[in-house]
């Protein structure tokens, strides 16, 4: 007999899709919680926060920007940490001081920060400046500093464009055309003079505590007041600072500047690989699924193809180096480039390796994906093109692939994805800590696949383990992790609309 009160276990198809929900819900937000905090740590390092004069109880005194706070190890107390700057002068950037010894805390206006090519930034007071026309002091300084500062830009940005388009392809030119000997001797005077012009003037600076710095104007890039500056003004230097970390290239060994030829770097590299893997990938899936007799040596390949998904990249690039970089360019410097040797051309890490080991790690991926896309398209469409006296080949070409074509676009997102953040085997096969060059340019081939190249993943190991302050590199950590998700985003929406595209011209298969 049944008991009327007993209340009735709920149905496990009413659980699943809250699950369901709650599983997508949770991802969602620990998304936006990772993305905020990319952008928050990384995009807020371009904001000019303001600086803070400490005067302590002793009569000392500090400037620096607050970063934060900590309880003290006897918890008796607690402490702040300022960005004090000026390694020039104590050695470090970095100072604690405890909150019960603050005796006052002000912002000046007239408080400046500086940024320079050497030794990073200083904050202090700027008192004189000096140049061909004469000293001045005060205020009239800080305007003199400013015009000359927008005017050694324009000679800087003449200069590097020089070097790096005229100078730098006539030196590789000529060794086979001593033509260009007279072509670099003009350029070589011009940048000469530029040179001239940008070096001479300092500045005379004071730090807060007295001590005086005469500072070369030619390793000044920026200068500002924070504690000056309006909420626009604001905006506008934090809108400068991004652009800059986005169209620069990095200085200070990686500590600084922008991540430009990284950028480019990561996205040609993703492109090759793309270029490489697709076709490949796309015709193994097709002999796989349509063309291969479905027996247990087809089924064995199957099974080794998915296992290479899970192999890890690292052994990939040792593979790559072996085979690509040491067997295939060590060829072909012998066969091609035998008198550059002992310097390699292609028997050494680059662009072309780097892509060919990338697009051999996301092989499996697009075999797997243009499978199962395959697998989905109904026999009842080959048989009817059959029937209509199409060949095997147009039935192919004609009906199964364009209805194939969003899996296999899948299967080049997901190999996009993975390729774009992979670092390991990069290390090994053609990616540079510093490369300034991006390896495209006005001359003959255009793209120089044997060149190293600067990758935005790679670089972000870098800064964050191989620079002297960690503290100090994670911001531009942070701002370069962010960077990277946008590209990765952005590779990957441009093949998704791609493929939503092709799903509503050729109809989405049914879904198993």
Do not use: C
């Not at 690292?314 to 040797?341: K, M, N, P, Q, T």
């Not at 060149?451 to 701002?479: E, N």
């Amino acid at each position: 007999m049944i008991g009327l009160g007993r209340a009735r276990p709920p149905r496990i198809e009413g659980i699943l899709p809250w699950l369901a929900a709650g599983s997508v819900a949770l991802s969602l937000l620990m998304l936006a919680g990772l993305l905020s905090l990319l952008a928050v740590r990384g995009m807020g390092h371009f904001w000019p926060a303001p600086l803070t004069l400490v005067t302590l109880d002793d009569g000392r005194q500090l400037a620096g920007q607050a970063v934060r706070e900590e309880r003290l190890p006897d918890a008796a107390g607690r402490e702040r940490l300022y960005l004090t700057a000026n390694r020039d002068l104590d050695g470090a950037i970095w100072t604690w001081v405890d909150l019960e010894v603050i005796a006052e805390e002000s912002r000046p206006r007239d408080l400046v920060v500086v940024e320079r090519t050497r030794w990073g930034t200083f904050q202090g007071r700027l008192l004189a400046l000096e140049n061909d026309e004469g000293r001045v002091e005060g205020e009239a300084a800080w305007m003199a500093l400013q015009a000359h500062l927008e005017e050694l830009a324009v000679l800087r940005a003449e200069r590097d464009r020089l070097r790096d388009d005229v100078v730098v392809p006539l030196v590789r030119r000529l060794a086979r055309d001593p033509r260009a000997e007279s072509e670099l001797a003009r350029a070589s005077a011009r940048i000469h003079e530029l040179q001239a012009r940008i070096t001479g003037g300092s500045l005379l600076l004071e730090s807060v505590d007295g001590r005086r710095l005469e500072q070369p104007l030619e390793q000044v890039l920026r200068a500002w007041r924070p504690n000056a500056m309006s909420p626009p003004a604001k905006m506008a230097a934090w809108s400068h600072g991004v652009w800059r970390f986005l169209a620069e290239g990095p200085r200070a060994a990686n500590s600084a500047g922008g991540v430009w030829p990284a950028i480019f770097g990561t996205v040609l590299m993703v492109l090759l690989m793309s270029v490489v893997v697709t076709p490949f990938g796309v015709l193994a899936g097709i002999y796989l699924n349509e063309v291969a007799h479905q027996g247990r040596l087809t089924h064995l390949v199957r099974i080794a193809v998915r296992n290479l998904a899970g192999v890890p990249s690292i052994v990939y690039g040792v593979f790559g180096l072996g085979v690509f970089v040491y067997g295939i360019g060590g060829s072909l410097d012998e066969w091609f480039f035998a008198d550059r040797l002992p310097s390699p051309t292609f028997g050494t890490g680059g662009l072309l390796w780097a892509s060919l080991t990338l697009a051999l790690l996301t092989l499996p991926v697009v075999i797997v994906a243009t499978e199962e896309g395959l697998a989905r398209v109904p026999d009842n469409q080959r048989e009817g093109a059959l029937a209509l006296g199409a060949t095997r080949v147009e039935m192919l070409t004609r009906v199964v692939l364009p209805m194939t074509a969003p899996a296999m676009l899948t299967g080049v997102i997901l190999a996009v994805a993975r390729a774009a953040g992979e670092v390991a085997p990069l290390m090994l096969v053609g990616v540079a800590k510093l490369a300034p060059q991006v390896p495209v340019d006005g001359e003959f081939p255009f793209i120089h696949l044997e060149r190293k190249f600067m990758h935005l993943g790679y670089h972000i190991y870098d800064v964050a383990f191989h620079g002297d302050d960690v503290q100090a590199a994670l911001p531009l950590v942070y701002a370069t992790a962010l960077l990277l998700v946008l590209v990765i985003l952005v590779l990957n929406l441009t093949a998704i609309f791609l493929r939503h595209h092709l799903r509503a011209r050729h109809g989405a298969l049914p879904r198993r």
